[in-house]
């Protein structure tokens, strides 16, 4: 149920209006055969005059569907706050016009609320022979209808345990601020069917509506007046709103709202969600094909023909052509950017890297696995030899740990060995911490790092799932100073502003960025292109090429794949962008 705003205006023109046109239970009275009613009703300072003003209309309109008479229904009211006060007892009125007269002539009390105090009056007096209340031997029913809208001031449970056994039936209705586990201590079993919960005094009245059904047996969904959009589903003496397939009940169990399985965050398609009357389904974006798993996506295969225009190698995965060994290209360019790519002859390359592995707690166990089968991607692409590319890996999470230094293995296939057995560290995000350690420790010569004067490029990467618990921006800073060309890879909800600060210019060549573990092996393309290494000139040694590069070449390469890069980071962003359209359009 809503709530509905009570400012003065709309709360005055509610007063206006005919009662019988505001309760849709006011109608044919009903037959119930004798009984004797008494509603128990809080009149404490925490009602407001015009709350209280709603509850007086309500008892009024309740009345008219009654069958009123000394041998039909007997109706008392008592009030209560810090006392308890005889409205009119059972055996005052019989007809229907006095008990409006007295109900409308009624000054709240405006204390406070006393409520076990009022339910012990009522078992006591008001059901009492004297009031007018039926003998126990002439077996008619009692009920009592307690309406509250807040927590007791003293202890109701014990004494309503008493009325129950001595045959009161109660029900227990909380509007707005009432405690629900006082009304559940005070109603009589089965609670479902005694307890009702409003959020307003503008609302009491669909209580109303469910109370005369129970009284008079009806189906109250055949009465109508039950506001359901879709479906109302009669039960004895109550209802309740049902939606069609596809559709959700809203806040105000009465709306129904088309169910937006996308929106729920959990649809795990790698690309789109589409929400269809059979449920979510995952599609790709242009140029992709979606995988047999119906989430995944997966970039169409360029090379399944014999018009890629590669000279030796086309990879299908990526599409990019690939050179045989001795022989490479000036970058890795995509089939998408040139029809025809030829290979010219690689150098030997000479780099020192450093891989900063985040192993803190939001990584999770499983995502960890990837990161490190990501790195032995890495691995496979370099030249890993003590003359060649040395690697080294530090791991970091609310510390530092070194898995294993520059100098330790002087292989590939060690290096990835020594990748697969990393334990997971979890805890914190302490990325400031670890680019210190980096800058200080992993680039020593002790550490395996060859000496300065060699000139051979120091690089390293740093990979991150989330926002640093500490500072980064000094060391980041230190690190560059040092000459430690940068790269920084984020997955998931890496910050990008910490990746930028991290990584060296342009940012456009230094930055990747992947939105989940599982997607995340597009960026090797990137990488391939960025960190190939550069020539190492050894003091005294001459590294000799099988053939001469044109500096065109070179430029020519970088700029692709400045191109490529700033490509895919734009795809992200409209990718990202379009998300944030759809939220809006689903929130509208």
Not at 79 to 96: D, K
Not at 414 to 430: C, F, P, S
Request: proline share 5%; aromatic share 6%; net charge negative.
């Amino acid at each position: 149920m809503r709530v509905l705003p009570c400012s003065p205006l709309p709360m005055l023109l509610l007063l206006l209006q005919p009662w019988e046109t505001q309760l849709q239970f006011a109608g044919p009275r009903c037959r119930t055969g004798p009984l004797d009613l008494v509603f128990v009703i809080d009149s404490s300072r925490s009602v407001r005059p015009f709350e209280f003003e709603t509850m007086r209309q309500f008892l009024v309109g309740l009345l008219r569907g009654l069958d009123l008479g000394p041998n039909a229904t007997r109706v008392g009211v008592i009030q209560y706050s810090s006392q308890v006060q005889s409205v009119f007892p059972l055996g005052a009125f019989s007809r229907r016009e006095d008990m409006e007269r007295a109900i409308r002539a009624l000054v709240p009390l405006a204390q406070g609320t006393m409520t076990g105090l009022a339910i012990q009056y009522a078992m006591n007096v008001a059901f009492s022979v004297a009031e007018g209340a039926r003998p126990p031997e002439a077996r008619v029913p009692r009920v009592a209808v307690i309406v509250t809208d807040g927590r007791p001031q003293d202890r109701v449970a014990e004494v309503a345990a008493q009325a129950r056994a001595r045959g009161i039936e109660i029900y227990a209705v909380g509007v707005q601020r009432a405690d629900v586990g006082s009304l559940r201590a005070m109603a009589s079993p089965p609670l479902d069917e005694h307890v009702f919960l409003v959020e307003s005094f503008d609302l009491i009245q669909e209580f109303g509506l469910q109370f005369q059904g129970r009284l008079c047996g009806k189906d109250l969904c055949a009465e109508g007046g039950h506001g359901c959009q879709h479906q109302c589903v009669s039960s004895p003496g109550t209802f309740h709103c049902a939606c069609n397939t596809g559709y959700q009940l809203a806040a105000d169990n009465k709306s129904c709202l088309a169910i937006d399985h996308c929106s729920f965050g959990n649809h795990s398609c790698q690309h789109e969600c589409v929400n269809t009357l059979g449920g979510p389904r995952c599609h790709c974006r242009e140029g992709h094909d979606l995988l047999p798993d119906g989430r995944s996506c997966q970039v169409r295969d360029l090379c399944n023909g014999v018009d890629h225009g590669c000279e030796f190698q086309c990879e299908g995965l990526y599409t990019w052509c690939l050179c045989v060994d001795g022989w490479c290209q000036p970058r890795f360019w995509s089939l998408h950017r040139s029809p025809s790519l030829h290979c010219i002859g690689c150098r030997e390359g000479h780099v020192d890297l450093v891989l900063l592995v985040d192993g803190s707690k939001s990584v999770r166990p499983q995502n960890f696995e990837l990161v490190k089968r990501f790195v032995n991607q890495i691995v496979d692409f370099l030249d890993v030899s003590p003359e060649g590319t040395r690697i080294g890996l530090v791991q970091f999470s609310s510390r530092v740990r070194t898995e294993f230094p520059l100098g330790r293995y002087g292989t590939a296939a060690e290096v990835k060995q020594a990748v697969l057995a990393i334990e997971y560290m979890e805890r914190g995000t302490m990325t400031g911490l670890a680019l210190r350690h980096m800058v200080e420790h992993s680039f020593s010569e002790a550490q395996g790092a060859r000496p300065r004067v060699l000139n051979v490029p120091r690089v390293g990467l740093v990979f991150t799932d989330g926002r640093s618990q500490d500072d980064i921006s000094v060391w980041a800073a230190r690190a560059k100073e040092e000459g430690i060309v940068m790269y920084a890879v984020g997955v998931g909800k890496a910050v990008e502003e910490e990746l930028r600060e991290i990584a060296s210019e342009p940012a456009e060549l230094h930055v990747s960025y992947s939105p989940d573990f599982n997607t995340m092996t597009h960026l090797l393309e990137n990488l391939k292109g960025s960190i190939c290494p550069e020539e190492g000139i050894s003091a005294g040694t001459e590294l000799r090429s099988p053939c001469e590069c044109e500096s065109l070449v070179e430029f020519q390469g970088r700029t692709l794949g400045a191109l490529e890069s700033l490509t895919q980071n734009l795809a992200q962003l409209m990718a990202r962008l379009e998300d944030l359209e759809n939220q809006l359009a689903t929130h509208k």
